[in-house]
């Protein structure tokens, strides 16, 4: 089943997206990501993209969805069960939103969050997390303006060197 927002599309991804949606992490990773994951880091990730979606993005795939503009894929998220343990049932996680940087501020990534929204009340999920780098002040307006706060969870991730995330939760 499609999800039509005006002016975007967002449906499920299958086999024949996994090279559109690689594309889309690529880019986004190199505008979203720079001077905050070193670029030889993020060069070796983007080198590993399209085997990776290749891999995982099967006929079986009831989570990770492709955003189209005019039949165009232009983002990509995956909305799925926490990988946290000390979430209670009622959680759902955005597990990643990228955009391709053409399409940056337009809008879509709202949209988007919109359908993420609507995805985990259709199972009866009533609050919603995402990770975010602390370093990514641009996804944490975004994520802020969505309605998720910080909830004082904190790790640390190696991308390269060592960075900083913290968890943003809202109710639904």
């Not at 690529?26 to 290749?54: C, F």
């Not at 165009?72 to 955009?99: C, N, R, S, W």
Request: with cysteine; proline share 4%.
């Amino acid at each position: 089943m499609d999800f039509v927002y005006n002016p975007i599309t967002i449906r499920l991804a299958v086999p024949a997206d996994a090279p559109d949606m690689a594309e889309v992490h690529m880019r986004s990773w190199e505008v979203a990501y720079k001077n905050i994951i070193p670029d030889e880091y993020i060069s070796q990730k983007n080198a590993t993209r399209h085997a990776l979606y290749a891999r995982v993005i099967t006929d079986d795939n009831t989570n990770s969805y492709v955003i189209q503009y005019t039949g165009k894929t232009i983002g990509i998220m995956k909305i799925a069960p926490p990988q946290d343990d000390d979430v209670g049932d009622d959680f759902y996680e955005l597990h990643y939103i990228y955009l391709h940087p053409d399409y940056f501020r337009m809008g879509i990534g709202t949209q988007a969050m919109e359908f993420a929204f609507e995805k985990a009340r259709s199972i009866e999920k009533t609050r919603m997390i995402v990770w975010v780098l602390d370093e990514n002040v641009n996804s944490i307006k975004f994520y802020e303006k969505c309605g998720f706060h910080t909830d004082g969870r904190i790790m640390n991730s190696e991308y390269g060197k060592v960075n900083g995330r913290i968890r943003m939760r809202r109710d639904l």
